[in-house]
């Protein structure tokens, strides 16, 4: 009957924005519910192709960079439960590039309250990513980061 493949497309929450040709307005930090999110349905094309920009970007580097820079990364869903849990009064998660003190790349999340300040309290939580792509032995069936 129908010669084209269905491909399922996934759900995206997304930034409302009123006009496409606009930057989105940074988030509202001390006023969440003014952050309206949509549902829309978007090919994973569109994912991988984020991703491949991003891979272009840093194979524009100097120096290769493709195979240090973290490209994705992998986080327990028990541990940002915890995250949650620990910050009930955060309404943002706030994920952190950075670089250990042994040169590891790699990402982490923290709660953001709802002044938009980064929670410090003792009883805090935040959650180092598990493992990051690359290497992409960690991810190696990936989709969205494998040619």
Same mark, same amino acid.
């Given at each position: 009957?129908?010669?084209?493949?269905?491909? $399922?497309?996934?759900?995206?929450?997304?930034?409302?924005?009123?006009?496409?040709?606009?930057?989105?307005?940074?988030?509202?930090?001390?006023?969440?519910? #003014?952050?309206?999110?949509?549902?829309? /349905?978007?090919? *994973?094309?569109?994912?991988? #192709?984020? @991703?491949?920009?991003? &891979?272009?970007?840093?194979?524009? &580097? /100097?120096?290769?960079?493709? =195979?240090?820079?973290?490209?994705?990364?992998?986080?327990?869903?028990?541990?940002?439960?915890?995250?949650?849990?620990?910050?009930?009064?955060?309404?943002? *998660?706030?994920?952190?590039?950075? *670089? +250990?003190?042994?040169?590891?790349?790699?990402?982490?999340?923290?709660? *953001?309250? #709802?002044?938009?300040?980064?929670?410090?309290?003792?009883?805090?939580?935040?959650?180092?990513?598990? @493992?990051?792509?690359?290497? &992409?032995? =960690?991810?190696? +069936? +990936?989709?969205?980061?494998? $040619?």
């Amino acid at each position: 009957m129908f010669n084209k493949i269905y491909k $399922p497309m996934p759900k995206l929450l997304t930034r409302e924005v009123e006009d496409s040709l606009k930057q989105p307005e940074p988030c509202n930090l001390s006023a969440p519910a #003014e952050n309206v999110m949509v549902e829309q /349905q978007v090919p *994973i094309e569109e994912f991988k #192709e984020r @991703c491949d920009r991003y &891979l272009k970007l840093l194979s524009s &580097l /100097q120096l290769p960079q493709q =195979n240090t820079m973290v490209r994705a990364a992998n986080f327990t869903t028990e541990s940002v439960l915890q995250m949650i849990q620990s910050s009930p009064g955060s309404s943002f *998660i706030r994920v952190y590039y950075g *670089i +250990d003190a042994n040169g590891e790349h790699g990402l982490f999340m923290a709660p *953001i309250s #709802e002044a938009g300040s980064l929670d410090t309290n003792e009883e805090t939580v935040y959650v180092d990513d598990c @493992c990051a792509c690359p290497p &992409l032995g =960690n991810c190696q +069936d +990936d989709p969205l980061l494998n $040619p």
